[in-house]
Nanobody, 131 residues
């Protein structure tokens, strides 16, 4: 079992910044890749960014590339999503998730954006960007 707790969401004006955190407990966090997904009202859940277990490899959705930065501190079992230059279209509930395979780098690089490959999910944190 693993528990994930997201924090850092809120209301911000367009062009502003937020940093989301995802704190994990209950599993060897450093052995698993982690991703962020988001879901806006009336839309499907979409991939935002993912980071490998070591933190050396990251992937981003085209819509956030250059604006969002994903990092992790395995000593604190926490992943951070720094979001800059926020746009109204970034408004959504943001979820962090832990990949289902331990040290599964080869599998992960081919499936990092598939939400059904992630076993554990946080409760989500709301991000609202006003225009």
């Amino acid at each position: 079992q693993v528990q994930l707790i997201e924090s850092g969401g809120g209301l911000v004006q367009a062009g502003g910044s937020l940093r989301l955190s995802c704190a994990a407990s209950g599993r060897t966090f450093s052995s698993y890749a982690v991703a962020w997904f988001r879901q806006a009202p009336g839309k499907e859940r979409e991939f935002v960014a993912a980071i490998s277990s070591t933190g050396r490899t990251t992937f981003y959705a085209d819509s956030v590339k250059g604006r969002f930065t994903l990092s992790r501190d395995n000593g604190k079992s926490t992943v951070y999503l720094q979001m800059n230059s926020l746009k109204p279209e970034d408004t959504a509930v943001y979820y962090c998730a832990v990949y289902g395979v331990q040290n599964g780098m080869v599998l992960w690089v081919h499936s990092y954006s598939d939400y059904d490959r992630y076993d554990y999910w946080g409760q989500g944190t709301q991000v609202t960007v006003s225009s």
